[in-house]
């Protein structure tokens, strides 16, 4: 019993002073709490320090909601809650905990102020939180956040994370950040500073190549001789990234010239229709993506994937009506196909500005298109452009399996090679053309779906894509579908790589000349069919 009272005793003795100090620290905080609510904007910035100090990880919450401008406290007993909006409709949440106030209206809450000033301070204090995240990418992300604003605490910070880290993408990220440090550093040795230059010729971070344009202002020669060493480097490697975008951009512009052309290709090829209402069967497709959003508005991220198949339905059956009431009757008349279908296309323009109005209509992008994938400082892939770039090629091979493969496709064959022979051997060509015509105004449906996710839908938005679509098909070819492939990609490529140069007008007419010179030598295109089909 003597012994228990004596271990009582220690206890008491020694976790009291413990106990007082989580009380102490437990009321400071909310004393930080209360002062960080009703604080003018130049005291905040050392509030915001000793919450960082005294709660560590635990106040990013807090700090994201204010660098956000959603921090708010309740007037009455200034609470800190943050500002959410779900679906339209504005709530307010405690900031730790996340728990629903439904209690509080915009009359009972106030908003924190923040400034630039603030903001700056958030995102650096941020990125020193994030240092000790458990995913590599949200560290790596934190440095080089924290390379505009380099100051002794944060160098110490990064120097000991980097003892630790054991991820190479962030310690290549800590080691730029510290030979950054270093290189600006004047009390440094000249041999430390141009081998922290040095280190610094691999990076493509905009910080760094401020710098080293600094850098080579120094009145140290070596100092300046290796920063523009360094900053040469940087710029040839830019360079280099540079015509990587340009590539990507063509390689997007010609993946929805392929989209675009594919169909027109089989319809000319198979049936020699010059189908001027293909422009519109890419806008029908486009306003059907926009149908199925307005009756989807909950389900954004799957609209896209159901407005396909829609889109492809939608076309491709006002194309067998189109070809079904007149183009079957104008068989061997290009021209005549040519003013009817024109007709076709104002016709269908006006019946769309009738329903929809004359006004652009804006289609959302679903989660998983948003963004971009961020290769480099210098280079980004926009996702929307990656996933139409892939869908493309899909489309394309799944055409080609079609006519390879189905019993559709050899009919489809057989009446482009030699459509009385076809006739005579029992192939029901008037189906077949049918078919062939909704089948191509079935991919124009899709292609619209593509382009109503880089672009507004409108009713002239077929027209801006119909000149192009002929200029590939007969480029490439007519009727060949390797030849539309590579077409629609030559074009897309040389047209971004001249808009730079010449403009973006005077690009287009530049690729239209070339065209017609190239057709002056190839009147077949590319790929010029052979054979019967030739004939």
């Keep these: 019993m003597k012994y228990l009272i004596v271990l009582c005793c220690f206890l008491h003795v020694f976790l009291q002073p413990a106990h007082a100090a989580l009380e102490i620290e437990s009321h400071r905080e909310a004393d930080l709490y209360t002062e960080l609510a009703g604080a003018k904007l130049n005291k905040m910035i050392p509030i915001l320090v000793e919450l960082e100090t005294l709660k560590g990880e635990q106040i990013l919450p807090l700090f994201t909601l204010l660098m956000a401008g959603n921090l708010y406290y309740v007037k009455a007993d ?84 980097y003892a630790i880290e054991p991820h190479r993408e962030v310690k290549n990220a800590i080691k730029l950040a510290l030979a950054l440090y270093t ?58 990234f540079a015509l990587v975008d340009k590539l990507f951009f063509g390689l997007s512009l010609g993946s929805v010239l392929l989209l675009a052309s594919i169909g027109l290709a089989i319809t000319f090829g198979v049936m020699g229709v010059i189908n001027m209402a293909h422009g519109e069967m890419i ?39 189109v070809e079904r009431l007149v183009i079957c009757r104008l068989h061997g008349r290009p021209l005549e196909t040519l003013l009817a279908t024109f007709g076709i296309s104002l016709i269908l323009q006006q019946l769309v500005r009738t329903v929809f109005s004359p006004l652009n209509r804006q289609v959302s992008t679903p989660s998983w298109m948003s963004g971009s994938w961020e290769i480099n400082p210098v280079l980004s892939l926009t996702l929307n452009r990656l996933y139409i770039l892939a869908f493309s090629l899909a489309i394309f091979f799944l055409l080609v399996m079609i006519l390879k493969k189905t019993s559709l496709g050899l009919n489809v064959r057989a009446v482009a090679q030699n459509r009385a022979m076809a006739k005579v051997m029992g192939v029901k060509t008037h189906r077949v053309d049918a078919l062939t015509f909704g089948l191509g105004s079935g991919i124009a449906g899709i292609a619209g779906v593509a382009l109503s996710q880089l672009t507004n839908v409108g009713p002239n938005l077929g027209q801006a894509y119909i000149i192009d679509s002929f200029m590939v098909v007969v480029f490439g070819g007519v009727g060949n579908l390797l030849g539309t492939l590579v077409a629609a990609f030559s074009l897309g490529i ?13 690009a287009s007419i530049i690729v239209l000349v070339f065209i017609i010179l190239f057709i002056q030598k190839r009147p077949k295109g590319l790929f010029p069919q052979k054979g019967r089909a030739a004939e």
């Design 283 to 321: 806008m029908l497709g486009a306003y059907t993506t926009y149908v199925v959003q307005l009756m989807m508005p909950n389900y954004i991220d799957y609209s896209l994937i159901v407005a396909i198949p829609a889109a492809f339905v939608v076309s491709g059956l006002m194309g067998i009506l």
């Design 494 to 506: 040389g047209t971004k790589f001249l808009e730079p140069i010449t403009g973006a007008v005077l």
């Design 78 to 161: 200034k609470a800190l809650v943050g500002k959410a909006n779900e679906q339209g409709a504005t709530s307010y949440k405690s900031v730790f905990t996340q728990e629903e106030r439904p209690e509080l209206g915009k009359k009972d809450v106030k908003k924190v102020r923040v400034n630039n000033k603030l903001r700056s301070h958030l995102r650096t204090a941020i990125a020193r939180i994030q240092l000790t995240s458990t995913s590599p990418v949200v560290r790596e992300k934190a440095v080089r956040t924290l390379l505009a604003k380099l100051d002794p605490k944060t160098i110490v910070l990064l120097a000991d994370r």
């Design 183 to 240: 290189a600006t550093q004047t009390q440094q040795s000249i041999s430390d500073r141009v081998m922290a230059i040095e280190t610094l010729s691999t990076s493509l971070e905009n910080q760094v190549r401020n710098t080293l344009v600094q850098l080579t202002q120094d009145t140290h020669q070596p100092i300046a001789l290796a920063a523009q060493k360094s900053l040469t480097q940087i710029e040839q490697r830019a360079q280099r």
